[in-house]
């Protein structure tokens, strides 16, 4: 079981110090911190583990954990104080022009029916 632990430990170091992206951390997270993860699954095979040896390996596991963790809260501080790259102003660019908006199209369609009845010879009337 002990060498279970170590093995696992080499590759959650390995995997933290491969972190880059914040896709990445998530992947980390959950193979290793959530319930399910890697770490957990050592938990649920502690029971298995002679009573003699249990406070040694029970004390490696919660390292191992604590370990995972500070690495994983490290990596998200120094994701999240990476600075973004903004595009920069350029202002030799000519402006941005204004939308101007359309017709509706149902105005559209009554003010072509008006133009065929005029061009018929009606006359339009506003009124009640």
Known sequence: ????????RERVEAKAAS?????????YRINFLVRKGLIACLFDELNAVPASEKP???????????RAQSLFDEKAATLKSKPTVSP??????PGRRKFR???????????????????????IADGP
């Open 1 to 8: 079981m002990l060498e279970k632990i170590r093995l696992l």
């Open 19 to 27: 972190i880059s992206t914040e896709s990445e951390l998530d992947t």
């Open 56 to 66: 040694t390996v029970g004390k490696q596991l919660n390292e191992l954990r604590q």
């Open 88 to 93: 920069t102003l350029d202002p030799s660019l």
């Open 101 to 123: 908006g359309s017709r509706h199209p149902l105005t559209q369609t009554l003010d072509e029916i008006k133009a065929i009845f005029v061009s018929m010879g009606f006359g």
